[in-house]
């Protein structure tokens, strides 16, 4: 199957700073990418939609001026967390699509002092 | 998107078959089924997919009744390894967009 990596897979920051997480694509082109969330002990859930070239699409409820998404090539996505709080720590998942699957990345485990 | 669930968790022996089933009662006809796992801290994996035939691949089998209103993933032969969250998704054929159900915790004991 595709390939599609994250960095870091870990990071501690303080409250109040920034932390930007990469997503890449690593054998295929991928003009759509996913950024997923995940809290302990329960399901996936899908932040925003990131269209390479265009605005990213967010879901209800998510901050869109908190969880910055740029998608500047067909192998690379970013989520920037702005201004982390504690209530940020979560697992971030990204997955891309060569076809109709997704391929999802190994996950970024933010955790905010 | 059609809802789907899934039984909350699951035990099976090690080496024998796993028998998941996912229930998609809202499913309409050009939605396809996709399953998952996700193992612990990580991301999830493909498993399989499909739309109205029975699928094989080297990681398991899914069953689609005729109806298309639920299927069962089988693991044929599951290992301490086939431990995961298993999760059931259906997608409309052109969105794109995966909303997660709360999956079925396989535990495979030795």
């Known amino acids: 199957g595709a390939v599609v990596s994250q960095h870091p897979s870990w990071v501690i920051c303080k409250s109040g700073t920034s932390v930007k997480i990469e997503c890449r694509s690593l054998?295929?082109?991928?003009?759509?990418m996913f950024w997923y969330r995940q809290f302990p002990k329960q399901s996936l859930m899908l932040m925003a939609t990131s269209n390479e070239g265009s605005k990213a699409t967010y879901e209800q409820g998510v901050e869109k001026d908190k969880f910055l998404i740029n998608h500047a090539s067909l192998t690379l996505s970013t989520l920037t967390v702005t201004s982390a709080h504690p209530e940020d720590s979560s697992f971030y998942i990204c997955?891309?699509?060569?076809?109709?699957?997704?391929?999802f990345g190994p996950g970024t485990r933010l955790t905010v002092l | 998107d059609a809802k789907t669930t899934q039984p909350t968790s699951m035990d099976c022996a090690e080496g024998r078959a796993a028998n998941l089933p996912c229930n998609h009662s809202?499913?309409?006809?050009?939605?396809?089924v996709y399953w998952y796992r996700q193992i612990h801290s990580q991301g999830p994996q493909y498993i399989i997919h499909g739309l109205k035939n029975n699928e094989t691949n080297e990681m398991a089998s899914l069953i689609i009744t005729e109806d298309r209103k639920s299927s069962t993933l089988i693991l044929p032969h599951a290992t301490l390894r086939d431990t995961a969250v298993y999760y059931c998704i259906s997608l409309t054929s052109g969105t794109y967009k995966y909303i997660f159900g709360t999956g079925t915790r396989l535990k495979v004991l030795a």
């Open positions: 809202t499913i309409s006809g050009n939605e396809y």
């Open positions: 997955s891309a699509r060569p076809t109709d699957t997704q391929y």
């Open positions: 054998d295929f082109q991928a003009t759509t």
